[in-house]
């Protein structure tokens, strides 16, 4: 029987052990659903109670704590410290500021053509404008060298000089402000940093509102950033432009002006300027903002709502000079495509009036052009014939055919009496040609030349 008991029990305990662990591991589990149902669940007290204290926090905050306007008016110092005022960048602007601009100005007028239309607009605002009177100029943006290439452009040499007195600007960092080294050379030239996303009330506006208190010069492109389709179109005024002319302490005075034709001195993509294009510019009058201003205290504006009123002007100005300068551009290729063809026919009409039988030349020239002017009638579609303008040929043509019958001597005298001697004898015979030194040689050679060859002509016969 002892061991009977025994065995049952260590059945006994081993059925306890298991019961435990069964408990234990039901009660556990069991326990843990209840803890996190409590938590998290939106029923549970927990859960209450974190979320009713979270929110008499926010509106304690709300409504405790003041927080500025989406837009507000933010005043700025004149003395607003800033590293471009420093000892160093203003050596630095005196030096870079005169040595860029007038070689732009040499690159623009020396090797480009230059096309303006109001520029005394520009030159009264920065020379005769009140004291401590700020300047905005505002104009679209084409290329990448509108800024300093047309400014320098606008603006004589002597004013170029004068570094404190020029412009500011403002040049997105991502673009201007890349590494140290750039940093340093646009900040020389008097470029303020701006950030793309950070909004109107950044650093970079602040500073060019605190040149606009000192009475200084801002140039700005309301646009934001450069045309895409090669200044076909223009993009809308940024409120930014509404921000920095209506914040400043005196109401700066605003002159516009469009331009064309630097998107063939400097394409997208392109990373040298071309040379021989020409560039036209249209200066406006000054924009006002009395109006604008007269409403600036009611209360049923805000100032979102001023900023954009500002904007829309100067955008809806801008978009009016551009339909002017678009055409005076397409004007002036229509007429110097027409000077060039006039240059074409006085030439070839010089060539004509050419004595040709003198030389000998004279049935050949006659028969070539008799048939040449066969071939080229043409006919049009509706059936009228034209005739063709007269050009004078490159290949070829006039000059071939005159070393057909004459060496290079005679090419020579034939140059010199052909076309320089008759055509100061059909200016007019007041012009004493036989004073020429170098003309009267070649008279005096040729003269004895067609005398020889005349006597050769007669002894032959």
């Not at 605003?254 to 630097?262: A, R």
């Not at 040689?441 to 007669?458: C, D, I, K, S, T």
Request: with cysteine.
């Amino acid at each position: 029987m002892g061991i009977q008991f025994v065995d049952k029990a260590d059945l006994w305990k081993s059925a306890l052990l298991l019961n435990l662990k069964l408990r234990d591991r039901f009660r556990i589990a069991v326990d843990d659903h209840r803890g996190r149902a409590a938590v998290f669940s939106p029923d549970g007290y927990f859960s209450s109670t974190i979320h009713r204290w979270v929110t008499r926090f926010r509106n304690f905050r709300r409504e405790s704590l003041p927080s500025p306007p989406a837009f507000y008016r933010r005043r700025v110092s004149k003395d607003l410290t800033a590293e471009e005022e420093s000892a160093l960048f203003r050596m630095l602007q005196a030096v870079a500021v005169p040595l860029i601009g007038n070689a732009c100005h040499v690159f623009m007028n020396g090797f480009n053509r230059v096309q303006v239309y109001g520029l005394e607009k520009l030159h009264d605002a920065l020379l005769n404008r009140p004291k401590n009177k700020p300047l905005v100029t505002v104009s679209n943006h084409v290329a990448s060298v509108d800024d300093p290439f047309v400014i320098a452009s606008l603006l004589p040499p002597k004013l170029l000089l004068d570094a404190r007195n020029l412009r500011w600007t403002l040049c997105a960092t991502d673009r201007c402000f890349k590494n140290p080294v750039t940093s340093a050379f646009f900040r020389s030239v008097k470029v303020l940093p701006v950030s793309r996303g950070e909004g109107i009330y950044q650093q970079g506006m602040d500073i060019a509102i605190s040149k606009l208190n000192s009475g200084g010069w801002v140039h700005i492109f309301p646009e934001g950033s450069r045309s895409r389709d090669g200044g076909k179109t223009m993009g809308s005024a940024k409120r930014g432009i509404g921000r920095l002319i209506l914040d400043a302490d005196t109401l700066p005075m605003v002159v516009p002006f469009v331009h064309t034709g630097m998107q063939d001195i400097m394409p997208v993509g392109a990373s040298v300027p071309r040379i021989g294009k020409t560039v036209t510019v249209i200066i406006g009058d000054p924009i006002h903002f009395n109006d604008i201003l007269s409403t600036e205290g009611a209360k049923h504006v805000s100032r979102k709502h001023l900023y954009d009123a500002v904007s829309s002007r100067i955008g809806q100005r801008l978009y009016d000079l551009k339909v002017q300068v678009d055409r005076v551009s397409l004007e002036q290729q229509s007429m110097l495509s027409h000077d060039a063809n006039t240059s074409s026919d006085h030439a070839a009409e010089i060539l004509h009036r050419v004595d040709w039988d003198s030389f000998g030349m004279g049935a050949q020239f006659s028969e070539e052009s008799s048939a040449s002017s066969i071939k080229q009638i043409a006919q049009t579609d509706d059936g009228n014939f034209r005739s063709p303008r007269r050009r004078v040929s490159s290949e070829g043509g006039v000059s071939l055919k005159i070393k057909k019958f004459m060496d290079s001597t005679e090419m020579m005298g034939f140059a010199a009496r052909g076309l320089l001697m008759n055509e100061y004898k059909s200016w007019g015979e007041s012009a004493n040609v036989g004073q020429i030194r170098p003309l009267k040689a070649w008279r005096e050679y040729l003269e004895v030349n067609l005398m020889n060859r005349g006597l050769l002509e007669e002894n032959t016969c």
